[in-house]
């Protein structure tokens, strides 16, 4: 044989051997979208029971896949339940995991195993789009007109579009990969959480510029943008300021952009939609829609944008190899900040579903939030009542792509693939929830810790869980946590609350 033709016979096999690879790989290695809403309830959704607000969009993920019935994040507020997906580690672990100003350094460790870099590792192209909450930068005092850093793309995703905090606290601006987007140079931006800086008006002085009001003694009267009071002061920066309308047709476009530039080879995405948080104000086309009010036409707008991105994968080919998960980063809320007719226009509508309390508390409300897992090529359509959580993707996918995870990190992450896939009905057999206080679950007896936090948030109008007296509910068969069994079931109290300890103290 000629060399020649041996070298040409080297090159086809090499060719057909990777060809299969990648096939076979492909197979294994779908493509993962984790769509998180914000402050979004059990009972939002029309696929969970609710009557008053329809989103058939999300529905339809949920009749395609599993949709869970004990889902859980941690915490009932943002940062902690964003910093335990990410790190697999309950955030209560770590000082400074609570609610952040927007001006806060970065939270996560940027040389632990995070959720990002793990699938980085496993070989998929990785990115955020959405809202971040989770710090920027090595110190509050940082210069936001440079490199912005270290942040998203520093514990591990390859691409990041998001904004800094929440929609509600400065700076109101978009950053991409490091740097504010649309920024100009000659009207640099300050931000500043203790007093005012600048000459912009305040919601405080000027309540009158004000489109949306903020609630009285809620605080949400810093900087008005875009007429609306923020958490927090800021200057300059006038062009590279959100228009609130925008902000969720503005994720979306970066989502779908990242989708169809990776479409060849894996990738993981981590959506992270503002809706329904405050301030909700929905593109125009939006308002008005729902008869809920403000925060029901978000919810619409929040399932029109999944729909959008199921629609996307559909027409790229990718429906049936891509893995949705869709949840919330905790409980709904109602009244929190602004006076955009929640309450009054709630026509019966009940976003907790079920449970009692909601954001900031330890009851059910805070924490078991809607749960769903969608992969059309592989998962069977069903309802499961698995008690799973948000901190155990991580363990979870580090299984699923036999990539073990280096002693130390994603400590409390439990693989519990075979639930997520819809393989098996067992979640944990133990879990923490965090609202003000912690409670401990197991076999479906909920023990919350006494403590002397007040017992009602009447800002928000949400009861908290916080009792002097301990708590003990038997979530079987009483979910509205309406019959404290303590009392009865001395020996229960004691076995959970020193089991709670015992956790507490594992490191
Ligand atoms: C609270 C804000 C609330 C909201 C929340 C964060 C006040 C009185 N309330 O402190 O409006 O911004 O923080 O929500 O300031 S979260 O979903 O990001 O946790
Ligand atoms: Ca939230």
């Known amino acids: 044989m000629n060399k020649n033709l041996l070298s040409l016979m080297f090159i086809v096999t090499a060719f057909t051997a990777a060809g299969q690879t990648s096939s076979k790989s492909k197979a294994n290695r779908p493509n993962v979208i984790y769509i998180y809403a914000d402050d979004l309830g059990y009972g939002d959704l029309s696929c969970y029971g609710a009557t008053k607000i329809h989103t058939p969009n999300v529905d339809k993920i949920a009749a395609a896949g599993i949709r869970f019935t004990n889902g859980h994040c941690t915490s009932a507020t943002c940062t902690p339940s ?42 998929y192209k990785t990115g955020i789009v959405g809202k971040w909450h989770l710090g920027l930068g090595n110190a509050v005092a940082k210069d936001w007109n440079g490199e912005v850093k270290p942040g998203p793309n520093e514990v591990g995703f390859d691409y990041s579009f998001i904004f800094p905090a929440t929609a509600d606290r400065v700076p109101t601006v978009f950053l991409e990969n490091h740097h504010i987007v649309a920024l100009d140079p000659s009207d640099p931006i300050a931000v ?115 729909g959008e991105i199921m629609k996307q994968l559909k027409y790229l080919g990718l429906d049936k190899n891509t893995i949705i998960i869709f949840t919330s980063d905790n409980g709904p809320v109602l009244n929190d900040g602004y006076q955009d007719e929640a309450v009054a226009k709630l026509n019966g509508h009940t976003p907790a579903g079920p449970m009692r309390g909601g954001k900031y508390s330890a009851l059910e409300g805070g924490t078991h939030i809607p749960f769903i897992v969608s992969w059309p090529g592989k ?57 003000g206080a912690l409670a401990i679950v197991k076999d479906g007896w909920k023990y919350i810790t006494p403590n002397n936090g007040a017992s009602y948030n009447n800002l928000v109008d949400i009861e908290t869980g916080n009792s002097t007296e301990p708590q003990l509910y038997n979530l079987n068969n009483d979910i509205g946590e309406k019959y404290n069994l303590a009392a009865q079931y001395p020996e229960k109290v004691k076995e959970l609350a020193s089991l709670l300890k015992s956790i507490e103290q594992k490191k």
């Open 379 to 435: 998962i069977k359509p069903r309802v499961s009542g698995a008690l799973v959580s948000q901190m155990d993707l991580l363990a979870s996918f580090s299984a699923y792509f036999k990539q073990p995870i280096p002693a130390g990190d994603a400590t409390d992450s439990e693989n519990l693939m075979d639930a997520f896939l819809g393989k098996s009905d067992k979640g944990r057999s133990v879990y923490i929830e965090q609202g």
């Open 192 to 306: 500043d959480y203790t007093q005012k800086i600048g000459n912009d008006p305040t919601g405080k002085e000027h309540s009158e510029l004000l489109k949306l009001k903020s609630s009285p003694g809620q605080g949400h009267d810093g900087t008005i943008v875009n007429g609306i009071g923020r958490i927090g002061y800021m200057s300059g920066g006038k062009l590279a300021r959100w228009v609130d309308e925008e902000v969720s047709s503005t994720f979306l476009a970066k989502a779908e952009g990242f989708i169809e530039e990776n479409q060849k080879q894996p990738f993981f995405l981590y959506f992270t939609m503002t809706e329904p948080h405050v301030p909700r104000m929905p593109a125009t086309r939006f308002k008005g829609k729902s008869g809920l009010g403000l925060r029901g036409d978000v919810i619409l707008q929040l399932d029109w944008t999944v």
């Open 82 to 123: 964003r910093y335990a997906l990410m790190t697999g580690e309950y955030p209560w672990r770590k000082k400074g995991t609570g609610i952040l100003p927007g001006d806060a350094a970065l939270i996560i460790p940027t040389d632990r195993t995070t959720l990002p870099n793990m699938f980085k590792k496993a070989g």
